[in-house]
């Protein structure tokens, strides 16, 4: 079989709206992190092996079940999508041969009929050629009732799945719904001549060996102590060149990086290097540090339905009370960036031109006196009962939160509002109390995209209020009927250039509203041995090692 | 002896069903639950979670759960762990190996060293070793393994480079010398506090026993000091020791906690703390009956030793 390397090609229009979003810089950065000037290439045949250390153990092998993101590293090395997504935001085919859109007819005009297109030449790592049948059974496993999956959202408006040749996979919308091409970089295709012999796919041995078309096949697991993977030589893209590529579960994230220290690690990702441990990560020799930007969020979330947060004023001048640099500075070593928005600030539809937050307190207090709040007895404000006295919490035990709430209830006291700080255990923050909006406030850091895709009708359509009986994760509680509109303007619309409009009305209108208030967007510390090439962080995934088939040893 | 074996055996069964009810209880007291860890996947809402629930069987009545585990766990089906869908024992008996090596040479270690320093402290009574003795196992029973564990690798690892800084062996390299070299460190750390105990127990049953009359009678007959200690005092100072090990034997499988978290050694310990953190119920009942099951054993062994040791006690 020849080998057709797979780049990051095909830039359709709205691929290209992405790349020019990040920068003329980021367009020729791939090529330029992976080859410096006096070109390192990589070998022929797979070398060497890289080992990454990773503080929560993978566990789920079946990229369609529940599981977290360290799993994500296993599903990315092992699978295939249809699609992937670059670290520019950019949607590049991965097992299809073309991007579906509305310019080349994958996508039609209404947004309900679409076609994809795949490789002829993927194998699964069993030898089966890998054909439309196999997309079609993914597509109706995850959706199947019996089937225990993970994410199911957008799947569950597909209709009419048709297999029109082996290389050609045709299906229906229910609904227009723009979000499906970015979630389907994030569905992994799994081989339907195993797992439809399965009579109960959700305990199948192939969820505890899986086999799939990616760069790595299974190696062998060591529970609770580490997962190798090897090298697939026969796989359709670019690499791998390494050998073997090794997951090592250290639990403990002193201990992890005491590891990478004496190098018995090689690379770590996630927020596994704390940020206190930035300045010894940078002293060490030879390694590279990296900081790489996230998604995710960190945020004071607001209980909209309670009484304290129903005015405006308040919301405004609790910002205005928050002293968000002394927090990035003394607390996360000034590496996070402060943000306005929940869209990530390497997102193609990140608003720029947001108010800037400021730290005035004489102007909070000038607010809520206008406002009618006014301070009692015990110098606490109020107004036709209601005392701006509330609860914030956070997972016992997150050492930066617990000190970040400190500085915050020193300065809400300044304003005359009473934050009492009530933390509870991660099993307990993350369950009910927060899933079904018990809490008054949260310090919180949330990833509000999925996939990378700008819809956020998750967490702010007012039917996605699971508290009152929605079916979302929108915990806040917050409702903008504005913002609804918008929102299901923004799911519907294909046109990246239109969408970006949408969605940037939605960044102004949540800014104004102050749902939640931003701290900042978290930046997060990577390390690895010098001499690892090719190695390309991508926050619009959740995994270090979405592109591990191109790292070798130089 | 029949009788005391029979009703031995109804405690233990009693007991193991008390145990299993206030294990399952506490563990569906804790809030959260399974799927708690999936609260801010972005792309998970409260429908997908409340189907998984329902597909794992979450929404019944807590008292269905528990019988439909305790009758399974009767025909032999410990059940499925939540987490990685292998059976319960299968999860068990791959961390079992890792901590019984573990635990077994720290054992070793801390009895012979342990009992070597009872004995001695207590015929050499309020001597300069009796001292340090004495003041090493305080401190050794007061700092945090966690400490050790810390300071030993980074003097012997990132130091000096003699001894790995963690994890069981080198991945690609499974020769037994490379098992012993990574087993040095934390074996030793883990002995250090086992040592301090044993001691402390050694020392006050050896005098305990040095103060017998047998003991007197046996130097007044003109016996050598040494075989008066080694067969008088040491045989009847190691009896309550005999108990001692049936409380501690259990630990050999139910693994150390905090030294496989430094050490990143996969054992039973570490199994537990990420079973309960994944709220992974099925684990979790395992491993406590697993445990529960070990003790009660050990208990009753030692207690059977102890009598066919010492003919004064009687089971009955």
């Known amino acids: 079989m020849t080998k057709k390397p797979f780049k990051l090609p095909d830039m359709s229009r709205r691929n290209a709206l992405g790349l020019m979003g990040a920068g003329a810089a980021a367009l020729l950065a791939p090529n330029l992190l992976g080859k410096p000037a006096f070109g390192q290439t990589p070998p022929d045949a797979p ?22 993101e360290v799993d994500d590293n296993v599903h990315f090395s092992i699978f295939d999508a249809l699609f992937r997504i670059n670290e520019n935001g950019a949607i590049v085919p991965n097992l299809a041969s073309e991007v579906p859109s509305l310019e080349n007819g994958g996508i039609s005009e209404d947004g309900l009929e679409w076609r994809v ?23 109706e496993l995850i959706v199947n ?42 569905t992994f295709i799994v081989p339907a001549h195993i797992l439809s012999n399965e009579s109960n796919p959700n305990e199948a041995a192939f969820n505890r060996a899986p086999v799939g078309t990616g760069a790595f096949r299974w190696g062998r697991r060591t529970a609770g102590d580490n997962l190798v993977l090897q090298a697939n030589p026969d796989y359709f893209g670019e690499g791998p060149y390494i050998e073997e590529l090794i997951f090592r579960y250290i639990p403990d994230m002193t201990v992890l990086f005491t590891q990478f220290q004496s190098g018995d690690i090689d690379i770590v990702g996630r927020s596994y290097i704390t940020q206190d441990n930035y300045e010894a990560a940078n002293a060490l020799p030879d390694r590279v540090v990296d900081l790489v930007s996230t998604p995710s969020v960190e945020s004071i979330y607001l209980n909209m339905e309670r009484p304290q947060f129903q005015d405006p004023a308040v919301r405004q001048a609790l910002y205005l009370a928050l002293d968000r640099g002394s927090i990035i500075d003394v607390l996360y070593y000034g590496l996070p960036k402060p943000t306005e928005t929940f869209m990530p600030q390497q997102s193609f539809y990140y608003h720029d031109g947001l108010p800037t937050h400021e730290f005035n307190l004489d102007k909070a207090r000038e607010i809520l006196d206008e406002a009618g709040w006014l301070p009692g007895p015990d110098g606490i404000r109020a107004k036709d009962g209601v005392r701006l006295s509330f609860n914030n919490s956070t997972t016992t035990g997150a050492h930066l939160r617990e000190q970040a709430q400190q500085f915050v209830q020193q300065t809400f006291a300044e304003i005359g509002v009473q934050m009492n700080i009530e933390n509870l255990p991660a099993a307990v923050m993350w369950g009910d109390f927060w899933g079904q909006s018990e809490f008054d406030t949260a310090m919180v850091g949330i990833t509000f995209l999925i996939a990378a895709d700008p819809d956020v ?41 239109k969408r970006r409009e949408i969605y940037l009305r939605i960044q102004e209108i949540i800014r104004s509203d102050l749902p939640f208030l931003p701290l900042f967007a978290y930046t997060q510390v990577y390390g690895r041995k010098a001499g690892i090439e090719g190695f390309v962080p991508n926050t619009n995934t959740r995994s270090e090692t979405w592109h591990a088939a191109g790292w070798y040893w130089s | 002896m029949v009788a005391f074996l029979l009703r031995r055996f109804s405690q233990s069964i009693i007991l193991l069903v008390i145990v299993s009810i206030l294990g399952f209880v506490v563990l569906n007291l804790i809030p959260g639950g399974p799927l708690a860890q999936y609260a801010l996947d972005p792309g998970m809402n409260q429908d997908d979670r409340t189907r998984i629930a329902a597909q794992m069987g979450l929404d019944r009545p807590h008292w269905v759960q528990y019988f439909d585990w305790a009758w399974r766990l009767l025909q032999g089906d410990w059940g499925t762990s939540f987490r990685d869908g292998n059976p319960v024992l299968t999860v068990i008996s791959r961390h079992v190996p890792a901590t ?62 003699w001894l790995p800084a963690g994890n069981m062996y080198t991945i690609g390299d499974g020769s037994l010398l490379n098992y012993l070299h990574h087993l040095i460190m934390p074996s030793v750390v883990l002995a250090l506090v086992h040592i301090a105990i044993w001691s402390r127990f050694m020392r006050t049953a050896t005098l305990d026993a040095i103060s017998q009359e047998f003991v007197k009678t046996a130097r007044a007959k003109g016996v050598r000091e040494r075989r008066v200690i080694m067969k008088h005092v040491v045989g009847n100072a190691l009896l309550p020791m005999i108990t001692l090990a049936g409380v501690q034997l259990p630990s050999l499988l139910t693994g150390a906690l905090v030294t496989e978290t430094v050490f990143t050694w996969p054992g039973m310990g570490r199994l537990f703390l ?43």
């Not at chain 1, 699971?466 to 915990?475: D, I, L, P, V, W």
């Open chain 1, 47 to 68: 070398a060497g092996r890289i080992m990454v250390g990773v503080s929560q153990e993978p566990t789920v092998f079946n990229p369609l079940m529940p599981h977290i």
């Open chain 1, 145 to 186: 009732p019996d089937f225990r999956s993970w994410r199911t959202t957008g799947h569950n408006l597909v209709r009419d799945i048709e297999i029109v040749s082996p290389t050609e996979v045709t299906w229906r919308m229910e609904e227009p719904f723009a979000p499906y091409l970015s979630f389907l970089t994030e």
């Open chain 1, 117 to 139: 297109r795949l490789r002829d030449d993927v194998r699964w790592h069993d030898g089966e050629p890998f054909t439309a049948d196999d997309v079609k059974f993914t597509l």
């Open chain 2, 274 to 316: 990420d079973s309960l953190g994944y709220s992974d119920y099925p684990v979790v009942m395992g491993l406590l009956m697993f445990s529960a099951i070990l003790t009660i054993s050990a208990n009753f062994i030692a207690d059977v030793v102890v009598a066919l040791v010492d003919p004064r006690i009687r089971l009955a």
């Open chain 1, 457 to 497: 009708s998750n967490r702010f359509h007012t039917a996605a209020i699971a508290a009152q009986g929605g079916r979302g994760s929108n915990t806040g509680q917050y409702s903008n009927t504005e913002v609804d509109a918008l929102l299901e303007e923004g799911a519907r619309t294909f046109d990246p250039d």
């Open chain 2, 100 to 161: 019984l090596l573990l635990m077994g040479s720290a054992t070793v270690i801390a009895v012979s060293i342990g009992t070597w320093i009872g004995i001695r402290g207590a015929t050499h009574r309020y001597s300069v070793f009796d001292y340090v003795a004495t003041v090493a196992a305080m401190i050794a029973l007061s700092i945090p393994t966690f400490w050790f564990g810390l300071i030993g690798i980074y003097f012997f690892s990132l130091r000096l480079g």
